[in-house]
């Protein structure tokens, strides 16, 4: 199974390298193609079995899977690119360009007015964890069938964890995931601050924050647990962990997370 993606940037070549870290592809079967040599070459550094190509569609017709990984600007532009050489019984289309429905891509992909036949499609959201095999990827689709829902999310899966939903959920959820992932690194980022300031080195204060910030992850994972069920077993009356709680609350911090979550909907 071969797969093509086309743009090598932060998410196409995320994608890339988790594909490439990953037990589904073999390096030599992902093939990555941008307008610009130098992401290229820093893929190829990474990964010399992966073959790269500067702006040529001609062998996108070998590929099982295409990834459009550029701007959602230019996703229509592409498809006029390649829709020609696709061959639409066979081939899966996968979008990763938010904000880019399916209802866009299928109109962009119509050949005319007589001809009304689509390639399988999906609209994803993965986030950058993806190049470490960390994602938490959102799928949705039109006009695929089981098997090949099943084949999407066993991909995605193999790069952290996939979740198939009706897209008119991708933009409320894109913000708990792909937004959110900068959420959690804003954290650390500040609470770095705090240790700072508390006598922390950075790098000591980043490598407990993140230790911290996982296991707490891990833990509802496991448990199933309410996160609020969880705070309670560190929140002991008079203890320093309900001042600071306090003292968060008092700042607006759950108003602030809830208002920049919906300002990303």
């Given at each position: 199974m071969k797969i093509t993606i086309i743009g090598g940037g932060n998410m196409g070549g995320a994608i890339a390298r988790g594909l490439a870290s990953g037990s589904i592809f073999k390096e030599s079967d992902i093939s990555v193609i941008d307008v610009s040599n130098p992401p290229l070459e820093r893929l190829k550094h990474d990964f010399p079995g992966i073959k790269t190509v500067t702006s040529n569609y001609d062998e996108i017709h070998l590929a099982d899977i295409v990834v459009l990984a550029v701007k959602p600007w230019l996703i229509e532009d592409v498809i006029l690119d390649i829709k020609f050489k696709l061959d639409y019984e066979k081939q899966i289309l996968i979008s990763i360009a938010s904000g880019v429905t399916l209802e866009n891509m299928e109109k962009s992909l119509n050949k005319s007015s007589d001809d009304f036949s689509l390639p399988a499609l999906f609209r994803i959201i993965p986030n950058t964890a993806v190049s470490i095999g960390e994602s938490m990827t959102l799928v949705a689709t039109d006009n695929a069938s089981d098997e090949q829902k099943y084949l999407v999310l066993k991909i995605f899966n193999d790069l952290g964890k996939s979740v198939l939903i009706d897209e008119e959920k991708i933009s409320a959820c894109t913000a708990l995931t792909s937004c959110g992932i900068a959420f959690f690194f804003r954290y650390i980022r500040a609470a770095m601050l705090a240790g700072t300031e508390m006598g922390i080195y950075?790098?000591?204060?980043?490598?407990?924050?993140?230790?911290?910030?996982?296991?707490?992850?891990?833990?509802?994972?496991?448990?199933?647990?309410?996160?609020?069920?969880?705070?309670?077993?560190?929140?002991?009356?008079?203890?320093?962990?309900?001042?600071?709680?306090?003292?968060?609350?008092?700042?607006?911090?759950?108003?602030?997370?809830i208002k920049a979550l919906k300002a990303c909907k």
């Open positions: 950075p790098k000591d204060s980043r490598e407990m924050l993140a230790y911290t910030m996982k296991g707490a992850a891990n833990l509802l994972l496991a448990t199933g647990a309410n996160p609020e069920d969880e705070i309670d077993k560190v929140t002991t009356p008079g203890g320093v962990t309900i001042k600071g709680l306090n003292e968060l609350e008092a700042n607006g911090f759950s108003n602030a997370v």
